[in-house]
């Protein structure tokens, strides 16, 4: 099944833990906890405004891979590709793949997971938006991480819900 990541705003905004709830009540399954300008204590304390219920679903930023070379290397359960699309947050950063590149990219990586007897899942970044979702679930993906899409949008709840029922859809 197909998933969606969501990573926090960088930035601290009023109300950020109950739009992040309101996230999860509609079906949010994991959200990266990425402050960059926070340390980690605070961060800790950052994540107690959000109900502990939804602690689980709460994964520290790992960062990504920017080419499949180096996913080879990441020992996380869940591995990052960027980016895969023109990106959305951070202004003139252009898609590093072909769609091309992604399907060679993607079947030797799984071709990869297979032979080393390993269980990672592949989620895309980069540029992920409601319109270009299926057409990363039919490239390969297991998954999207989302950060642009959702919080440059004035109802950043409403677009992280087109984003996770076009994945249903």
């Known amino acids: 099944m197909f998933q969606i990541a969501l990573i926090s705003s960088p930035e601290n905004f009023a109300g950020e833990h109950e739009i992040l709830e ?43 891979a920017h080419s499949f070379g180096e996913l080879e290397k990441m020992d996380a359960d869940i591995c990052l590709l960027s980016p895969v699309f023109d990106s959305i947050s951070k202004f003139g950063y252009k898609a590093g793949f072909n769609k091309q590149e992604l399907k060679d990219g993607i079947a030797a990586w799984k071709s990869f997971q297979k032979e080393e007897n390993r269980t990672q899942k592949l989620f895309a970044l980069g540029g992920v938006e409601a319109e270009n979702i299926a057409e990363l679930a039919e490239l390969g993906f297991d998954g999207a991480a989302v950060l642009g899409a959702v919080w440059h949008n004035p109802d950043p709840v409403g677009a992280l819900e087109e984003i996770i029922n076009r994945c249903l859809g």
């Open 22 to 64: 309101q996230m999860f009540e509609i079906d949010l399954q994991i959200l990266y906890a990425r402050k960059p300008q926070m340390p980690e204590p605070l961060l800790e304390r950052w994540m107690l405004g959000i109900d502990i219920k939804w602690h689980g679903n709460i994964l520290p930023w790992q960062g990504s």
